[in-house]
């Protein structure tokens, strides 16, 4: 009797146990039968296009990546979020968010493929289409963002050469960077050109791609007929892509026929054109570059205007000793200060100069430079170099008595005001000598020059709060001349908000952290040093100035 109650208990633990097990095998089994079916592996596609929609589809050189979901399609242009909510925040999302139209497109989909899921093809080349379309009007609908964005590329290169002339083993570059050479101006581009958006078009391509995989997997038939199919969705999406962006379209050609025209000197029809290109498209009137070709044709007809004024003061900073391969675009060229132009192999130097870095730059830690050869010619070319800082200094003035004229902030005026000040810390800057130099004497040449950097720096960041890379070198001077690590931290709070580049945040908290060693607050600078590590440190990528520093404390 004892045997057959414990038979009786087991069969009731068993039972209902052996249950359960089978309905969770006979689950997972239906499951995967489920995920295997023609059904379930078109929800997967769909799933991983709302991945990609839901990515970053524009990365900026400093900022994090922006999503789709906060990238308008561009095609009304009311005006309800700017390019600065945007890039800086608070990112929200708009009516017209180009995500909030693939995510529905990719709904309606899910939905027509549950019923009939023969439709594949049909839904994959949909997507391609509207994916071409997309991709297009984040390019080229937004010029005003892309101008932002080709700021900060600027200015990562100016922080990089910064960076590595105060330390030794600094991980940034100019070209590790998240947008790298790839980011260089090509021939006569300039900031928020045409080309410019593609350069920063990050996971909206995979998009493209992945719809491209889906079509020729869904399409039936032998490889050729695929191959057509294929070629007719994406005619269909070239199509739809110049039906959304054709309002940029048709104001860059007014734009072009301008510059043609104004080479050939025909100043008047020139005017005439740049006015449509601006009418066909209003966000182009921010640009610093229609300042320049309206400026331009300004100054050839005489006129005394603030457009006039804008581009004689860039072309007083400009350096004019490069050459160029376009005649009519010489004057207005985008050159990146003190940075190595991949276009002619010339470094723009301190004082403006087109000079090749001469040797034990890295050594003293002040930059050598020669004149390259032949980059001045003729019999008063001597007078050349030493006239570059009166004419720098005059446009600084110039750009400040046209921005009190206008009595209001312009986008492009702020920034070429920023842009000019910033650049003449960055000369004064380097004239404070070396990293090691002694500045405990307050009235040593070094100590005077790094003052007036900083109040350079701070000029240009009052002008124009947008530029990120006035608190970097606020705070690199702030930690040279041993100042309190609070304040060198709070200088450089500004740039590592929404700071994507975790190289260049890696190395700014290791700066952070030898002011506080140096402070003989050993404890911070671990923390610091130990976050530094964290942020960035990879095998072929050695974060080795954290890495040391932690080793040696």
């Given at each position: ?241 110049l039906a959304v962006c054709l309002p940029r379209l048709h104001a860059e050609y007014h734009w072009n026929q301008a510059n043609r025209l104004e080479a050939s ?289």
């Amino acid at each position: 009797m004892t045997e057959s109650m414990c038979g009786l208990v087991c069969q009731r633990i068993v039972n209902p146990a052996s249950r359960l097990a089978g309905r969770a095998l006979r689950g997972i089994a239906w499951g995967v039968e489920q995920g295997l079916s023609t059904r379930g592996l078109q929800s997967l596609f769909l799933v991983c296009a709302a991945g990609l929609v839901l990515s970053g589809w524009l990365r900026p050189p400093l900022a994090r990546d922006i999503s789709s979901l906060h990238i308008p399609l561009g095609v009304v242009g009311d005006g309800a979020t700017t390019p600065e909510e945007i890039l800086f925040g608070p990112r929200r999302v708009p009516l017209d968010s180009i995500g909030i139209v693939l995510l529905a497109l990719l709904a309606g989909m899910w939905i027509v493929l549950m019923a009939r899921p023969e439709r594949f093809a049909l839904c994959a080349g949909v997507l391609l289409c509207v994916s071409l379309a997309a991709n297009a009007a984040v390019a080229l609908n937004h010029p005003a963002l892309i101008e932002l964005l080709d700021y900060e590329y600027e200015q990562r290169q100016l922080v990089s050469q910064v960076l590595n002339r105060a330390e030794e083993n600094a991980m940034v570059n100019a070209t590790n960077g998240r947008i790298g050479l790839r980011g260089s101006p090509v021939g006569d581009q300039q900031r928020g050109d045409m080309g410019r958006g593609w350069v920063y078009l990050l996971y909206g391509r995979w998009l493209v791609g992945w719809s491209v995989l889906g079509l020729l997997l869904g399409a039936w038939g032998p490889c050729l007929r695929r191959a057509a199919v294929l070629a007719r969705w994406g005619g269909l999406g070239v199509v739809c892509s110049l039906a959304v962006c054709l309002p940029r379209l048709h104001a860059e050609y007014h734009w072009n026929q301008a510059n043609r025209l104004e080479a050939s000197g025909c100043y008047g029809a020139a005017r005439h054109h740049l006015r449509k290109a601006l009418h066909a498209f209003p966000a182009l009137e921010r640009l610093e570059r229609s300042w320049l070709l309206s400026g331009k044709l300004d100054f050839r007809e005489g006129r005394v205007s603030a457009h006039e004024k804008f581009y004689r003061a860039y072309q007083l900073a400009r350096d004019k000793s490069a050459p160029r391969g376009v005649t009519y675009q010489q004057d207005t060229p985008w050159a990146i200060f003190g940075v190595r132009d991949e276009r002619s192999g010339l470094t723009s130097g301190p004082s403006g100069f087109n000079m090749s870095i001469g040797p034990g730059a890295g050594k003293s830690g002040i930059f050598n430079y020669r004149l390259a050869p032949g980059a001045y010619q003729g019999r008063f070319s001597g007078s050349y170099p030493l006239s570059r800082e009166d004419d720098f200094l005059h446009a600084i003035a110039l750009m400040e008595a046209v921005r009190l004229e206008q009595g209001e902030y312009h986008p492009a005026l702020a920034a070429q005001a920023a842009r000019l000040w910033a650049e003449w810390g960055l000369t004064l800057y380097r004239r404070a000598g070396t990293r090691s130099a002694k500045l405990e004497d307050k009235f040593d040449d070094n100590n005077l020059f790094l003052a007036a950097a900083q109040q350079s720096w701070l000029n240009s960041w009052k002008v124009d709060p947008r530029r990120r890379d006035c608190a970097f070198y606020l705070g690199t001077a702030q930690a040279q001349v041993r100042g309190e690590p609070q304040s060198v931290e709070s200088l450089f709070a500004p740039l590592l908000s929404n700071l994507g580049d975790q190289m260049l945040q890696a190395d700014i908290m290791t700066t952070v952290a030898d002011s506080y060693f140096e402070a003989g607050q050993v404890t911070e600078a671990r923390r610091r040093y130990a976050r530094s590590f964290d942020t960035f440190c990879l095998p072929k990528v050695i974060n080795k100035r954290a890495q040391s520093r932690l080793g040696g404390l």
